[in-house]
Every structure is written in C-alpha cells, then in structure tokens.
DNA sequence: ACCGGTCCCTGTTAGC
DNA sequence: TGCTAACAGGGACCGG
C-alpha cells in the first residue's frame, strides 16, 4: 500500500525517467480513475496533451508533474501554472515504459500517456481508489516549497489541505507536536490525519506506534511532549528505512515505478504480524478492529491505556 | 471547528 | 465445487 516511501519511490523514478518529455496522447481507459477532474475526462485529455513534464513533486502520498504552460490559449488570458496530480490510492501504480519496449497491456491498465520519445507513462489501479487530475497551483500557506522536489511555493489544489510530511525540510516540528497534544482523538487517528502531518498510513502509524511504546487508543491529549517526539522520531525512521529498501510490498500490487517490487515488508514488526512474536518481547502480536480497519500491536509493549480513545 | 462514522472500489482468500 | 462474506484502506463527505 503506498504511503510517503512508496510515493517518493515512484517520484524519484518518475524524475529521472520522464522529465522533458511532451506528452503527445492521453488516453482515458476508465472514467472513473479521473473522477475529481474539472471538466471530465475529456478536459483531461485537452490539458495534458503538447504539455512537456518540468517537474516531479510529492507532499505526504500526493504526487505532481509540474506541466508547462503550453500554448497560449489564443483568448489573451493567462496561462496559468498546473500540475498532473496522482493519488495512488492503495493500489495505484505509475509504470513507465521505454522507447521501444513492447506496449504491455496490464490487467488494470487505466490511463496512458504516449511521450514524445515513444515511451509510455502508464497508471495501473486495481482497486480504483487512486485517480490523477489535472489541476492549477495554489500558493502555499508559508511560502516554502510546495514539497520534495519541488521549484515552486504552490500545490494543487485538491492538496492544499494537506499538511508536510515528516520528510519535509520545511516542516515546523515544535508546531506540529502542540497541534498533536491540542487534539482530542487517539494517537494513531492524529497520525493517520493528513491535515496535520502527511504521508503517513495504516502500516507506518502501526509500526512508528510499536517502536514508540504507545498504544493506538492514547488520547493525544494526555501525551507528554516527549511522548510525541518518540513517536514522530520512529514514524520518520521507520519511512526512513523503507525508503532506502525501495517502499514496502505486500502482494505484487504496488511496485514502483519501473516495476520493481519492495521489500520492506519482510522487517515489519506488527503490521500483518497477528499471532507472531514481539521481536522485543516474545509476547504475540494482536490484531484489533480500528476505524473499521486493524490495528496491530505487541499487548505487553504497548499496553492499552485505561481511558483510550479510538 | 472539530470529531467520528460511512462509503467508494475490486480482487483475493477464508469458510461453509 | 461453488457460493458468500470478510478484508485490504485513503480520503471525501456528512451529521452531530
């Protein structure tokens, strides 16, 4: 499932294999892989088409190709700054193909674009949950770049809600831990909040959570601030590590953007680890129901508060 | 303004 | 064997 190590995995990929490309055909296989686009698939097509890709930038689990301004639009207004945006969802995927290579037809094959090289920049969604528009750049709240990689202070603006990630430069952490210890929910509902810190997920928040000590159901705003530190420190480790081992897999359905799978699953220490033992302490791991999902955590490492939230 | 619950999607797997 | 139910889960949306 991809969160923050997964999405810069595929933005890493797409900046060094498709930037200064020109999109010369879009091709919209499914509708609905386009549904938060103004003006439908077909002001899809119209606006990535002739754009070349200028730029690769992702904030939390968004991803954006900043696009160029293409011709003017002959009616003298300007043209304005926008950006090919793609979630991916859980199960998204932004496969590029090579000049030359044979045109595979993936099974769940939902949007092509043809560059200019002959190539081929596809996105693969089995599960539909993820979807690309085309949207204008809106300035952020601060003025400091838009997120990594980016050249520009603005975002899309279907993001613009979304806070910096842990692996932001320009995040302010002593903001971040109050806005945490302000809250009134339960420690893990404030890490999955990406209006407050971004790119963190279902296996992330787990994970940071058990290398933290802290049990999902701490109410926030009982948490010493160290307590949040601790939390915020492993949660960017943990990505961290992910990162450089190339994003976690779980079953072939993400991979990045060549098509490599990663690996990182393999040094998960709950997340899907029900009945196996605590690495720390030999105690089995447990599965909860949480927010109609799971939570995972080591019962005797991170015993379950009293008074909880959830 | 904030918080929590529900639903959108599809393919795989577990269980009867 | 063949069916159904559970499950994976980010985020938009809505009601309190």
């Known amino acids: ?30 509708d609905y892989s ?5 003006g439908g698939p077909g002001a899809f097509v119209g606006w ?14 968004y991803l954006w190709l900043l696009l160029d301004a293409g011709e003017p639009d002959g009616r003298g207004g300007d043209v304005r700054d926008s950006a090919l945006m793609a979630h991916l969802g859980m199960s ?8 030359g290579s044979e045109p595979v037809v993936a099974p769940h094959l939902r949007v092509r674009l043809t560059l200019d090289d002959g190539g081929h920049l596809d996105f693969v969604d089995q599960r ?3 979807h690309l528009a085309v949207t204008d750049l809106v300035p952020t ?17 279907p993001a613009r809600h979304i806070a910096r990630d842990l692996l932001d430069p320009a995040l302010d952490r002593p903001a971040l831990v109050a806005a945490v210890r302000r809250k009134r929910t339960g420690i893990k509902r404030a890490l999955l909040d990406q209006t407050l810190v971004s790119g963190i997920g279902n296996i992330y928040a787990d994970e940071a959570l ?10 926030t705003d009982t948490l010493r601030r160290g307590e949040v530190e601790r939390v915020l420190d492993a949660a960017t480790q943990v990505m961290t590590q992910a990162l450089a081992a190339g994003g976690t897999s779980f079953d072939a ?10 690996y990182f699953d393999r040094s998960l220490a709950v997340y899907g680890q029900a009945g196996r033992a605590c690495s720390r302490c030999g105690t089995l791991v447990r599965r909860d129901e949480f927010m109609n999902r799971s939570a995972f955590t080591c019962p005797m490492c991170q015993p379950r508060p009293r008074r909880g939230r959830w």
Do not use: C, I
């Open 92 to 99: 998204g995927q932004l496969l590029v193909r090579a000049p």
């Open 48 to 61: 990535v088409t002739g754009r070349r890709l200028e730029a690769a930038v992702r904030r939390g689990k």
């Open 253 to 262: 359905l993400y991979v990045n953007v060549n098509g490599a799978s990663g």
């Open 210 to 219: 058990w290398r933290a000590r802290l049990h999902y159901a701490r109410p």
């Open 141 to 157: 709240d601060d003025g400091a770049p838009g997120g990594l990689g980016s050249p520009v202070a603005a975002l899309p603006e």
């Open 34 to 38: 386009v549904r938060r686009q103004v």
């Open 1 to 30: 499932m991809p969160e923050l190590p997964e999405v810069e995995t595929v933005r890493d990929g797409l900046a060094r294999h498709v930037l200064g490309r020109v999109v010369e055909h879009v091709e919209v296989l499914r």
């Open 128 to 130: 539909t949950f993820g």
